[in-house]
């Protein structure tokens, strides 16, 4: 995307809007499937060592939120799920989110006036602890921001891939997170990286991100990586079918409560094929005696700094419309990627 789409872009987002006052928020909460509200909540002043953030920009999580909205959420994963600062409790009612890009106004000199990054819901204000806003480098627009979670997890997803120069790659699944992973990847020196989708219409996307597209049968074989982030059972059978002998398959899809099915016979055990998960909850285990989650996240807000990444991004949607929009944002055909939601 040129500099001036990308300058479009953001107009068009700022053309909506909603107010809300200092001392009261309004926040969007699942309270039962298919079925979200925005609730108005007192916020204290700020606390010491926090913040009081004014919203700009959020974006829902179309794969996680969509199953928090439809109540698909494994009571095994209840606490394992929750996001650092979630209220209510699984399954119903939750404030449930964890891309917010706001303004200080209050609290914490150092961050005083900046833009920052939270791990927070869908609110129009907030406070938290000063530890937990990540500042934004001045060449990351607060729209392009929202993107910092998926980055995050792109990059853990990455550490645990450990990909290498010169490569082969498969990436299954052109959705947000895949294709951030393609886009680390296809940075790697010498990589052969093909973003695999069944909309053929990704290609363009790929195209932008700096990478090759095929459809599942068209893809290039004999794979060193792939990794899988399509969230479907067809998507993990044509990642293990793209590996070479001892190829490592990543999986970086999580199903809810969904049972898939994983073709492990064949010539599955023949290749030597390595199958690993990957979540970002934790640091990956080859950074985790360095780093810690809060390095790795402004390491992610760092890494937007490139305006191709604007090709990822839907026109924006008012938070008041939130409890309208929120269903036909989360159908899987809208083809939407990352959804941005903008605040006065």
């Given at each position: 995307m040129t500099r001036q789409a990308a300058g479009n872009s953001s107009s068009r987002f700022k053309k909506m809007a909603v107010s809300a006052n200092a001392d009261i928020a309004s926040a969007l909460w699942y309270r039962g499937p298919g079925q979200v509200e925005i609730r108005r909540e007192e916020m204290a002043p700020p606390g010491a060592g926090e913040v009081r953030v004014?919203?700009?920009?959020?974006?829902?999580?179309?794969?996680?939120?969509?199953?928090?909205?439809?109540?698909?959420?494994?009571?095994?994963?209840?606490?394992?799920?929750?996001?650092?600062?979630?209220?209510?409790?699984?399954?119903?009612?939750?404030?449930?989110?964890?891309?917010?890009?706001?303004?200080?106004?209050?609290?914490?000199?150092?961050?005083?006036?900046?833009?920052?990054?939270?791990?927070?819901?869908?609110?129009?204000?907030?406070?938290?602890?000063?530890?937990?806003?990540?500042?934004?480098?001045?060449?990351?627009?607060?729209?392009?921001?929202?993107?910092?979670?998926?980055?995050?997890?792109?990059?853990?997803?990455?550490w645990d891939a450990a990909p290498a120069p010169a490569d082969r790659i498969a990436v299954i699944g052109a959705g947000v997170v895949g294709s951030l992973v393609a886009y680390l990847c296809g940075r790697i020196p010498g990589t052969d990286v093909t973003l695999v989708d069944i909309n053929p219409g990704r290609a363009k996307l790929a195209g932008t991100l700096g990478v090759s597209f095929a459809e599942p049968g068209k893809a290039r074989g004999d794979c060193d990586l792939i990794v899988h982030a399509s969230g479907s059972p067809d998507g993990l059978r044509t990642a293990l079918e793209l590996g070479g002998d001892e190829a490592t398959v990543l999986e970086m899809s999580w199903y809810g409560d969904a049972a898939v099915t994983a073709m492990l016979g064949g010539s599955f055990h023949s290749r030597r094929l390595r199958l690993i998960s990957s979540q970002v909850g934790r640091v990956a285990p080859s950074h985790r005696p360095r780093w810690t989650c809060v390095r790795r996240l402004a390491s992610a807000v760092a890494l937007l700094n490139d305006q191709r990444l604007d090709a990822l991004l839907a026109p924006a949607v008012a938070f008041g419309d939130l409890p309208h929009q929120l269903p036909g944002i989360l159908d899987a055909k809208t083809g939407i990627l990352c959804q941005p939601v903008v605040y006065s």
């Open positions: 004014k919203t700009i920009y959020s974006a829902i999580s179309r794969g996680t939120e969509s199953l928090v909205f439809g109540g698909r959420v494994p009571v095994s994963e209840f606490e394992r799920m929750r996001a650092p600062f979630m209220a209510g409790d699984f399954p119903f009612p939750v404030k449930y989110g964890y891309a917010a890009v706001g303004r200080v106004e209050s609290g914490e000199g150092a961050l005083q006036g900046k833009n920052v990054f939270a791990l927070f819901p869908h609110q129009t204000a907030f406070n938290i602890p000063a530890s937990a806003a990540v500042a934004l480098p001045q060449d990351v627009p607060p729209y392009r921001a929202v993107l910092a979670a998926n980055m995050e997890t792109a990059l853990n997803g990455v």
